[in-house]
Nanobody, 117 residues
Framework: QVQLVESGGGLVQPGGSLRLSCAASGIRFSLYAMGWYRQAPGKQRELVAVITSGGSTNHADSLKGRFTISRDNAKNTVYLQMNTLKPEDTAVYYC???????????WGQGTQVTVSS
């Protein structure tokens, strides 16, 4: 059974930082690209960042310089370091695992991030 379990969300003041973690089980983690997505109330889910199985990264243009994705294959975990948080970063953040051959995609249950004073 595949499980992606996010943690690290919470309430933070504007300008603060959080680090999200996503622990994967039930998959050969090193073979999957991992991604973070977010969904704010009333908005569509959007891509935050992805990291390939080889470690290449891609971040949403609007978040470059503030958010950083990384992975630790030994721990089957992907991280999202979020700095200089803004109220508009408030959303549920979801972890995603993807491989293209065979085509498989899995989602975590999400973790709430609220940026507010």
């Amino acid at each position: 059974q595949v499980q992606l379990v996010e943690s690290g969300g919470g309430l933070v003041q504007p300008g603060g930082s959080l680090r999200l973690s996503c622990a994967a089980s039930g998959i050969r983690f090193s073979l999957y690209a991992m991604g973070w997505y977010r969904q704010a109330p009333g908005k569509q889910r959007e891509l935050v960042a992805v990291i390939t199985s080889g470690g290449s990264t891609n971040h949403a243009d609007s978040l470059k310089g503030r958010f950083t994705i990384s992975r630790d294959n030994a721990k089957n975990t992907v991280y999202l370091q979020m700095n200089t948080l803004k109220p508009e970063d408030t959303a549920v953040y979801y972890c995603n695992a993807f491989r293209s051959s065979p085509r498989e995609r899995y989602w975590g249950q999400g973790t709430q991030v609220t940026v507010s004073s």
